[in-house]
């Protein structure tokens, strides 16, 4: 019996081998990828063997169909984190091939084709392992005060430790300034947060408030340099608990207070000469942008300013946000609007629109040093988290180098001003003192 089963697996090992092939063919319409290799499980390439700066490698024949068939982002990324699939070399070269599917997959009869194929390979043969199931189930109306929570602590509570290994040593979770390409990690971070203030046009014994204070970074930079009296707020009790040992370790408790604190919750109106909120508005949704930027208007004292940092969409348009991974698995309720609409929203809080400046190209930079960080300390991560958040924080961080890349994502700073009676703001005429070197 044993000699006449050996010939049917041999059978469906080929067949399923050429299925794959088939797919891959059909799907990149004959036109390989350049950056890219194909493995498949049982050791052969696709398009060919040659060395490639990344190689996708298929650990079992039914990868492709636990990548492809669920038919959404989500369903790619599941498939990485349960292993039908890893990435070898070069992971951001890698999502050439996400372009290639896009553009071949357009049309009913190529999807009614590939479907078919892809129903034909195996099933996979083990299931699931459920430690790797990371997706959010938030509960309650979203943007209500307690999933907004809820969602925060979801992406930012996972370790301290964790994101120590890969961020600088101010623990900057948001994208750097370069102003040369070939700067550090650590650099860039610094000039962001001195771009930063040059724009507020901070001064000594100001008040600032920094909305999603992180771990404290921006405020300890402000109050160091400029002297400012600052208030932080963040979701994040790891968060807080971390900035308040750092400001305290620094000698800096007198000038700087954390709260674990929604905005919606601020009402200490005209109380502050500045605002700054970096990375946070992404997560406050849509519905709820009018009220966010009328709170800051009403925390700003007369002439006040208010730079508000964050991620948009760009003008290539992005994929349906309903099947998003990063939505189901990094950044549950966020939403990315184009810069129009985000200021069409500030205006109507009757904040001046004094400057807009695109740092997308710095974000892909910034993504690039985090990604090698991760993967070049792979081993001591998995001490403080699993492999799957390993893979999703991997995963998730070089497809966005693709989108600031390709133009589907921007990241914007914007300052904005509260007119004073007069009509007047604190807000700089020029913008020749944010560039030069200070003195």
Known sequence: MDHHQEPVESTAASEARELTLRILESLTGGQAPQTINVRLWDGSYWPEAGPKPATIVLNRPSALKEMLLPGSEAGVGEAYLHAAFDIEGDIEAAFELEDVLVAQTEGWSKKIKVGYLLHRLPD??????????RRNRLAGQEHSLSRDQDAVRFHYDVSNDFYRLWLDPLMIYSCAYFSDPGNTLEAAQLAKLEHTCRKLAL????RLLDIGCGWG???????RQ??????????????????????MNAGLQDQ???????????????SYDAIVSIGMVEHVGSKMLPEYFQRAARLLKP????????????PVPLPSQSGSFIRQYVFPD??????GRMLEFAEGARLEVRDVESLREHYALTLRHWVERLEARHEEALQHVDEAVYRIWKLYMAGCIRGFKAGRLSVYQTLLAKLGPDGCSRAPSTRSGWYRDKS
């Open 124 to 133: 996979p043969t083990a299931p699931r392992d459920p430690a790797r199931n």
């Open 203 to 206: 001064h000594p014994g100001g």
């Open 217 to 223: 970074g921006l405020l300890m930079h402000a109050a």
């Open 226 to 247: 400029y002297g400012i009296v600052g208030t932080g707020i963040t979701l994040s009790e790891r968060q807080a608990e971390l900035a308040q040992k750092r400001i």
């Open 256 to 270: 700087i207070t954390i709260r674990i604190q929604d905005y919606r919750a601020l009402e200490e109106w005209e």
């Open 303 to 314: 002439g006040g300013l208010f730079l508000n940092h964050g991620i948009g969409s760009g």
């Open 334 to 339: 966020t939403d990315l609007l184009p810069i």
